[in-house]
C-alpha cells in the first residue's frame, strides 16, 4: 500500500511569485485536503476535493486554489506569495464519510520559505 | 465557534510516571475528536478516535461533554512516547479537522 507523498520537499520563493505543491493519495483514498501549519501551530485546514471538486474551505483567500485529477492526485497553488505564506503545507488523503471521517492520512508535508 | 484548545506546550515527565495531554474543545452538538501523534522525523498519524473506546499504545481518551474536554492519558509513561501531540475536531460541515496548537510530551529517564 502506496502512502500519501508530497513534492518538493522544501522549496524558496520571493514575494510576488507563484508555487505549486503536489500530492498524491493513499492507494484506494478519493479525497484529499490540504493544511496549512505554521511554526509553533496546529495544521490549519485550506481546502477539500472530492471528485475533482472543492467540497470545503477553510479561511483562506482566493489566491490558493486546488485541483484534483481523476487519479485523486492533486495540487495546492498560491499566486501572490507573501512572506507570512512560509509554512508546512500538508496534503491528508482519506475515504469521504462513514466511519472514516477524521481519519486522514498526512504526507511529510512541503516547507515553503518566502523571501 | 469551533476551537480546540490544548493549554500546554510541553509537557515534560519522567519515565514510568502518569501522563495527562489536556484538549478542551468548543463544539455545538455533538462532536467527533481524535488525537494525532507525531514522533520525530514521522509524519502526523492518527492515535485514536474518541468514537471507538480504544486503547492505543497505552494511551486512552475519554469525552467529558459536561467539561467539554477530550484528555489523553496513559498511567505509564515511556521514553518512545516522547512526541507532539495533537486534539483534533471534525468541522460542522464535516469536511475538515480543527486541530489544537499541539502539545510535546517529552520522556526522559
Known amino acids: 500500500e502506496t502512502g500519501v507523498t508530497q513534492s518538493p520537499t522544501h522549496l524558496i520563493k520571493t514575494r510576488g511569485q507563484q508555487v505549486t505543491l503536489r500530492c498524491s493519495s493513499q492507494?484506494?483514498?478519493?479525497?484529499v485536503s490540504w493544511y496549512q501549519q505554521a511554526l509553533g501551530q496546529g495544521p490549519q485546514f485550506i481546502f477539500q476535493?472530492?471528485?475533482?471538486?472543492?467540497?470545503g474551505r477553510g479561511n483562506f483567500p482566493p489566491r490558493f486554489s486546488g485541483l484534483q485529477f481523476p487519479n485523486y492526485s492533486s495540487e495546492l497553488n498560491v499566486n501572490a506569495l507573501e512572506l507570512d505564506d512560509s509554512a508546512l503545507y500538508l496534503c491528508?488523503?482519506?475515504?469521504?464519510?462513514?466511519?472514516?471521517?477524521?481519519?486522514?492520512?498526512f504526507g511529510e508535508g512541503s516547507r515553503l520559505t518566502v523571501l | 465557534a469551533q476551537r480546540v484548545t490544548q493549554p500546554e506546550k510541553l509537557l515534560s515527565v519522567f519515565k514510568g510516571a502518569p501522563v495527562e495531554l489536556k484538549c478542551n474543545y468548543s463544539y455545538s452538538g455533538s462532536p467527533e475528536l481524535f488525537w494525532y501523534v507525531q514522533y520525530s522525523r514521522q509524519r502526523l498519524q492518527l492515535l485514536l478516535r474518541?468514537?471507538s473506546r480504544e486503547s492505543i499504545k497505552g494511551f486512552t481518551a475519554d469525552l467529558n461533554k459536561g467539561e467539554t474536554s477530550f484528555h489523553l492519558k496513559k498511567p505509564f509513561a515511556q521514553e518512545e512516547d516522547s512526541a507532539m501531540y495533537y486534539c483534533a475536531l471534525v468541522n460542522q460541515a464535516g469536511t475538515a479537522l480543527i486541530f489544537g496548537k499541539g502539545t510535546t510530551l517529552s520522556v526522559s529517564s
Open positions: 474518541h468514537i
Open positions: 476535493y472530492y471528485r475533482e471538486e472543492e467540497n
Open positions: 492507494s484506494g483514498h478519493n479525497t
Open positions: 491528508a488523503s482519506s475515504l469521504r464519510g462513514g466511519a472514516n471521517t477524521g481519519e486522514l492520512f
